[in-house]
């Protein structure tokens, strides 16, 4: 019983990791894909502000 309960254990931290690493990437995409979208209209609005386009 004891040995199970050790297995048990160790399955649940290996999966907390797995899920914690999920979810940083999650977090890392979220935050790139909003940097990219502002510098689009950052980029956007200084092409109308200097009648470049």
């Known amino acids: 019983m004891r040995r199970f309960a050790m297995k048990a254990l160790f399955t649940a931290l290996n999966l907390d990791r797995a899920e914690r690493t999920r979810i940083d990437?999650?977090?890392?995409?979220?935050?790139?894909?909003?940097?990219?979208?502002?510098?689009?209209?950052?980029?956007?609005?200084?092409?109308?502000?200097?009648?470049?386009w």
């Open 25 to 52: 990437w999650d977090r890392r995409i979220l935050i790139f894909s909003t940097a990219v979208s502002i510098g689009l209209i950052a980029l956007y609005i200084f092409g109308k502000t200097t009648s470049r």
